[in-house]
């Protein structure tokens, strides 16, 4: 499980294609000064087991199925991307709860700069407009963000100065494709209302 607090910017140091998954290698200072095989780490809010640690560097394996469903397929050598280790049971749940299994992707349509902040507005995809709620919890690229406003098909959220500093929303411009990983509460609760 994961907050949706971004740790530190990382970097794509490699991405090996094969026939039905991939070889992703990033390089994190933060989350490698204890990362063991075996950890999990989310990148750009997926959820990844590590298998190698060399330096400041940490290899994954990722199957078809997440290059399907996220935008890590797209990602190239020099893309930076958000790392957050998971969250141990004794520290603060700063974020929401976080799972780092993407629901699907959105577009980036809009970015309309503030005083200190921007305002963004996302594609929805129609399959999960359900699970978003105005003042609800989102996870975008593995940032726990809050949701200002929600449509048909689109939903907006604000990006306060350090999320704009200190992760890729800060760099996203309009037509990028984003993770997107709804509140999981409202998936269980929706499960049990149908029951």
Not at 37 to 59: M, Q, R
Not at 64 to 83: C, I
């Amino acid at each position: 499980m994961f907050t949706g607090i971004v740790e530190e910017l990382g970097e794509i140091v490699a991405l090996d294609l094969l026939q039905d998954s991939a070889r992703l290698a990033v390089r994190g200072k933060t989350v490698t000064e204890d990362a063991k095989h075996g950890d999990s780490i989310a990148v750009n809010g997926v959820c990844l087991t590590v298998v190698d640690v060399e330096g400041d560097v940490f290899t994954v394996d990722v199957m078809r199925e997440t290059l399907d469903r996220t935008s890590l397929g797209a990602t190239t050598p020099g893309s930076q991307v958000n790392l957050e280790r998971a969250v141990r049971a004794d520290q603060r749940l700063g974020g929401h709860i976080v799972q780092g299994h993407v629901d699907g992707t959105g577009v980036l349509l809009s970015r309309e700069p503030g005083e200190r902040w921007d305002d963004i507005r996302v594609k929805l995809p129609k399959e999960l407009n359900r699970y978003v709620a105005e003042k609800g919890s989102i996870a975008i690229d593995g940032i726990s963000l809050t949701v200002t406003t929600v449509d048909d098909d689109s939903f907006g959220v604000s990006l306060i100065p350090t999320t704009l500093q200190l992760t890729t929303m800060g760099r996203r411009q309009v037509g990028d494709v984003l993770n997107l990983e709804v509140d999981v509460i409202a998936k269980y609760v929706e499960k049990l209302v149908a029951r």
